[in-house]
């Protein structure tokens, strides 16, 4: 079974800005809220090369945040115009991919916990003939 980090079909929220889309979603095992940006002509292609921004990590593109490291998002947003064949020698395009991500930090802080997809295949009621005690539980099948 393939695994995936990212799930764009599932998400809390989709913009798109010309030739960007930016989702609101949940990245990797833990699902923690996240931002992915990704061209949207590339959207569903194997040479989609998303950008991501995790929960943990936007402190990093708060532009009024001290610590913030401008010049390493400003080399991962170069990478990611390259990579996806876009205009990543003009400052514009790189402005714009960091505007995107500028706008919407606060939506990425108020992403909920991702709804699990499981659903219940059976019940279990144990009964301890000792003591009588009797513990329930649902048999979940995540889809």
């Not at 980090?5 to 996240?34: M, N, S, V």
């Not at 002509?41 to 913030?68: F, S």
């Not at 390259?82 to 402005?95: C, L, P």
């Amino acid at each position: 079974m393939i695994r995936y980090a990212i799930d764009l079909t599932r998400y809390h929220f989709q913009k798109r800005q010309g030739e960007l889309a930016l989702y609101g979603t949940w990245y990797g095992d833990k699902a923690r809220p996240c931002l992915v940006v990704v061209p949207t002509n590339h959207i569903g292609h194997d040479r989609c090369r998303p950008l991501v921004i995790t929960i943990d990590d936007a402190w990093q593109w708060n532009p009024d945040d001290t610590d913030a490291m401008p010049e390493t998002n400003a080399a991962m947003v170069q990478q990611f115009l390259d990579v996806n064949g876009m205009d990543f020698g003009n400052m514009r395009s790189a402005m714009r991919v960091v505007s995107l991500i500028h706008d919407h930090l606060g939506d990425l802080i108020s992403i909920p916990p991702k709804a699990s997809l499981a659903r219940v295949v059976a019940d279990v009621l144990q009964v301890d003939h000792d003591t009588g005690k009797e513990t329930h539980a649902e048999i979940i099948d995540r889809v």
